[in-house]
């Protein structure tokens, strides 16, 4: 391993490790309603917000008030959305004068951009004015964000509160995301990135004559402010088709830089969101050392795999010290590449840097195996906690049954009913993945959208089925994913994957919020030492390696065999 | 139900108003006062006011006297409103085959035989703009373009050394030659238009 790039990698760590903090405890004064810097600038215009909607901020929601909110909010910016998207050719900021998207492609992205997964089955400069660019995605890249991060904080204070009912108001915990940690740092980051060379404008697409004579149509855009709430709000969906590859998404290494970070900052900064919020920051810091290590691990095999190259043209004259760069860029080269691609699928993320489809086949099953395991290694923006918060109920049930006592965890009894709703929503991910991704490897109308042959074909349903249902967006690229049957089971596996997780977790939190809290005794099994973080990873890895060891063996393993063998497709 | 369900939608376009179209516009505003050139798309004007290109795009370059960008699927080869990658797996017979005839085809035109290609010059980009190639891959060229032009290989090769652009700060991301601001030189080096 070159120096440069233990140094780059390492340098991402330290920044991590070093903002989440301070970040996590901002974010837990603010939804704790205590003041904070931004208080005097956004106080008036959340009273605005309650006074518009009939909210009272203090008053609390039982979690099925909390759920019918989530549910009615997604549903009206699922509408608008698919109505701009429709009518786009009659909306201003057109220049191009591009046509509507047809009806299931439309379908497909609203269902995308509302569920915070950003799969785009079309290309953004070829098929979106600026005003869907806008009004359209950009509005839902804040509030499906911030819906995640409000469901998230209702589910924690399900396990922290002391005493009454409710969880929460969705309203207020929805627009403070929105509004004191999106905003503000969205604000930054574009500001960031137009320094850096991302195009931030409404002009037509320039015509240029290029250097030996011929023609260049060089597309434009209000780029540099999409991107930024991309990123910090874990959506990825990219303003360009090919996201952060683009150069102008993505120019320079700094750029790639403040945007991995991005990507990674507020689902790191939850776990210590909820160590404030529990009143013990040790459970918050367990919960995030069982990410990091599997983070790193993760982040080791992909880079080896990468960086070691493609064995099949290991025999020509090339010279492939720089590894395996089809489908990368010379200005980030493999490990910049290789960090995004595991930054991007443990966050639920999905945008890209470098196409995951031409990774090597290990590379590619690692950022594939993050999103099956339900995007809970830092995860989406609060969807990676409230999914977490999943695994650590069956792991403290599995230790209590491990002893023979009822599983406590944060002093509330984990109970059957609470197992039950956390398996219910653990199931609708090998539904999406596995069920939804058979359907396609069979039906004609699944398998025509398949480009490469072999174990690889396998590859890249398993990837889009995950993707879609772990709310990721990335995609192996050469699976044709605009076709009306792609359109809407990749639509229902996005469903799934959000709402068969938020709806259960929110009952979780219902049912656990009005639960005794028992002193903690010699008997207690403590949940911030290494033993419970070893316990959690291996729960993790083992109901995630049972589910889908099958499928990754017959796509990616077999694959990665073919190639060290020598065999092409 | 409904009138709450209502209420949710008012909140919905309120944010619509203020996430969709007050952002975007205050920061399009902000960003063409700050960085006028980077928002606009820091284009490439020639003296007579028309577009040449843009700094941060890699254009399509097929003549031996200019360096030579890595392969393309952004529509025909470079084009900006159509970005793309071939997106092939590493087992792809595709791939392999592109993969073998690139190589041959840069062994033939560098002329200079034994030496392996840098895996830069063979394969696609991710975006299919991709406007560096590393500069091995440009120190490879130097011999065909030098013969093209009628220069010394040693002018050619102090000019791509001007060009190598260093890690950020040392750190960060790859070393890497802009193959537009390079050929752009070469024709300024050579005293105007290239031989045709």
Known sequence: ?569 | MLVKTLRYGALYLGFTAVLGIGYPLAMTGLGQTLFPEQATGSLIERDDGTVLGSALLGQSFTRPEYFHGRPSYAGDGYDAASSGASNLGATSRTLVAAVTERTEAARAAAGSGAAAVPVDLVTGSGSGLDPHVSPEAARYQVSRVAAARGLPETAVHALVAKHVEGRTLGLLGEPRVNVLALNMALDALAGGAPPR
């Not at chain 1, 086949?361 to 690692?366: N, S």
């Open chain 1, 1 to 569: 391993m070159p120096m440069t790039d233990l140094v780059q990698l390492a340098l991402f760590v330290v920044l991590i490790a070093a903002l989440a903090p301070p970040l996590g405890r901002y974010m837990a004064r603010v939804y704790q309603g205590e003041r904070t810097l931004l208080s005097p600038l956004f106080a008036p215009v959340e009273t605005a917000v309650c006074r518009l909607t009939g909210t009272r901020p203090d008053a609390d929601q039982h979690w099925t008030a909390y759920a019918f909110a989530v549910l009615a909010f997604n549903l009206t910016g699922f509408l608008v959305l698919f109505a701009i998207l429709r009518l786009q050719h009659l909306l201003p900021f057109n220049p191009q004068g591009l046509a509507p998207m047809n009806a299931d492609l439309a379908f497909n992205t609203a269902v995308s951009f509302m569920t915070n997964t950003n799969w785009q089955a079309y290309s953004g400069e070829a098929a979106l004015s600026y005003f869907s660019q806008m009004a359209g995605l950009t509005t839902q890249n804040f509030v499906s964000a911030g819906t995640g991060m409000a469901v998230a904080v209702a589910v924690i204070r399900g396990f922290v509160r002391r005493s009454g009912r409710g969880v929460g108001n969705f309203t207020v915990d929805l627009t403070r995301s929105v509004l004191y940690v999106l905003l503000p740092l969205a604000i930054v980051v574009t500001l960031i990135l137009i320094w850096q060379g991302v195009p931030q404008n409404l002009m037509a697409y320039v015509p240029a004559t290029t250097l030996e004579g011929g023609q260049q149509l060089i597309a434009q855009g209000p780029a540099a402010s999409q991107i930024a709430i991309k990123q910090l709000g874990t959506n990825g969906g990219g303003f360009f088709g090919v996201n952060s590859a683009y150069p102008y998404e993505n120019p320079t290494p700094l750029s790639n830089l403040v945007q991995v970070v991005s990507i990674l900052i507020i689902p790191a900064a939850f776990c210590f969101l909820y160590g404030r919020m529990a009143k013990d920051n040790r459970q918050g810091r367990a919960i995030f050392a069982a990410m990091g290590v599997m983070f790193l691990v993760a982040l080791g095999v992909t880079y080896g795999a990468e960086r070691a190259g493609n064995d099949l043209i290991a025999a020509l004259p090339v010279d492939q010290s720089a590894g395996n760069m089809e489908g990368k860029e010379v200005r980030f080269g493999v490990v910049n590449s290789a960090l995004w691609a595991v930054t991007t699928t443990a966050a639920s993320n999905g945008s890209v840097n470098a196409m995951h489809d031409s990774f090597t086949p290990v590379g590619g099953m690692v950022p594939m195996f993050l999103m099956q395991l339900g995007e809970i290694v830092f995860g989406g923006v609060g969807a990676g906690f409230y999914g977490m918060l999943l695994y650590v109920v069956l792991a403290v049930f599995l230790a209590g049954l491990m002893v023979g006592r009822t599983p406590e965890y944060l002093g509330k009894k984990i109970e059957a009913k609470e197992v039950k709703l956390g398996v219910l929503a653990l199931l609708s991910i090998p539904l999406g993945v596995l069920v939804l991704g058979a359907l396609s490897a069979v039906l004609p109308a699944g398998v025509a959208s398949v480009q490469d042959a072999g174990p690889h074909g396998l590859s890249e349903i398993l990837y889009a089925y995950s993707s879609a249902t772990g709310n990721n967006g990335s995609a192996f690229a050469g699976f044709g994913a605009g076709t009306l049957y792609q359109n809407t089971m990749l639509g229902i596996a996005m469903l799934l994957g959000r709402f068969a997780i938020i709806v259960p977790m929110l009952a979780v939190a219902g049912s656990l919020v009005g639960k005794k809290v028992h002193a903690e005794t010699a008997g207690t099994f403590p949940t911030h030492g290494p033993l419970f973080v070893g316990l959690l990873i291996g729960v993790i890895v083992i109901v995630g390696g049972l589910t889908f060891f099958p499928a990754l063996a017959l796509g990616p393993l077999a694959e990665h065999f073919a190639m060290t063998g020598g065999l092409a497709y």
